[in-house]
C-alpha cells in the first residue's frame, strides 16, 4: 500500500479546518453541525473523524489558528523600529489581519469567526485559558511600544505603559467588531480617526 505523504496529510486537515471556518463563520458554531462541515469539505466522515474526533476539537483547532494568527500580527508590529505612531501601528495589524492574510480572502467571514471565537471562551475553559495567555503576551509586548515612544519623547514618562497597550489593543478588537457586524469597513477609516484624535489640543481658556 503506497504511503501517504505528509503534504497530503496537512492539505487535507487544512480542506477540514477551511470548510469547517466557513460553516462557523456563515452560521455559528453551535447552529454548524458536523454533517455540516462534511458537506462543505467536500469529505467523507471516516476522512474528517480521522483527524478531529468531534466538533469540539474542530471549534479548538480554529480558534487556536486564529489566536496565533492575531498574536502575530501584533507582535510584528510591536518589533518595528522605531515604533510607528498608533495610526500606522494599528493600520498594519488589521490590514495583515483583513487583507493581506485572511483565510480565504473575505475579511467579513474572518472577522465573525473571531467574534465567535471571543464568544465560545465564555464557555469553553480551554479556550479561555488559550487566549488569555495570547492577551497577556499581546499586553508585553505592547506596553514595550510605549517604552520605546517614552525613550523617543513622544510620551510622557508618566504614561503607564499597559494602559496604553489596552487601549491599543481595545481598539483593534472593536474594529474587529465592526467588521464582523457591519462589514465594509476600511482600515484607512480607523488610521484617519485615531490621526484626527492624536491631534486634538486642549482649548483656551480666556
Known amino acids: 500500500m503506497a504511503r501517504v505523504s505528509q503534504e497530503h496529510l496537512d492539505a487535507r486537515r487544512r480542506q477540514i479546518l477551511d470548510g469547517a471556518a466557513r460553516c462557523f463563520a456563515r452560521n455559528g458554531f453551535h447552529a454548524t453541525s458536523m454533517q455540516d462541515v462534511l458537506g462543505e469539505a467536500g469529505l467523507s466522515a471516516g476522512a474528517v473523524y480521522r483527524y478531529f474526533r468531534s466538533k469540539d476539537e474542530l471549534i479548538e483547532a480554529i480558534a487556536g489558528e486564529a489566536f496565533s494568527w492575531i498574536r502575530a ?4 508590529a510591536a518589533r518595528t523600529t522605531p515604533p510607528p505612531t498608533p495610526d500606522v ?8 489581519l483583513l487583507i493581506d492574510e ?9 472577522a465573525r ?15 479561555a485559558a488559550t487566549l488569555a495567555e495570547g492577551y497577556g503576551g499581546m499586553r508585553l509586548a505592547w506596553a514595550e511600544l510605549v517604552h520605546a515612544y517614552r525613550a523617543n519623547g513622544q510620551l510622557s514618562s508618566d ?14 478588537q472593536g474594529f ?5 457586524l457591519f462589514g465594509d469597513v476600511r482600515v484607512e477609516i480607523l488610521e484617519e480617526g485615531l490621526r484626527a484624535l492624536m491631534s486634538m489640543r486642549e482649548p483656551e481658556i480666556s
Open 113 to 127: 469567526l473571531v467574534v465567535q471565537v471571543w464568544t465560545e471562551t465564555l464557555r469553553n475553559d480551554t479556550l
Open 73 to 76: 500580527a501584533f507582535d510584528d
Open 102 to 110: 485572511v483565510p480565504g480572502g473575505d475579511a467579513r467571514a474572518f
Open 89 to 96: 501601528l494599528l493600520g498594519r495589524v488589521l490590514r495583515r
Open 176 to 180: 474587529i467588531a465592526q467588521q464582523a
Open 159 to 172: 504614561v503607564d505603559a499597559d494602559h496604553v497597550a489596552r487601549t491599543l489593543i481595545a481598539t483593534a
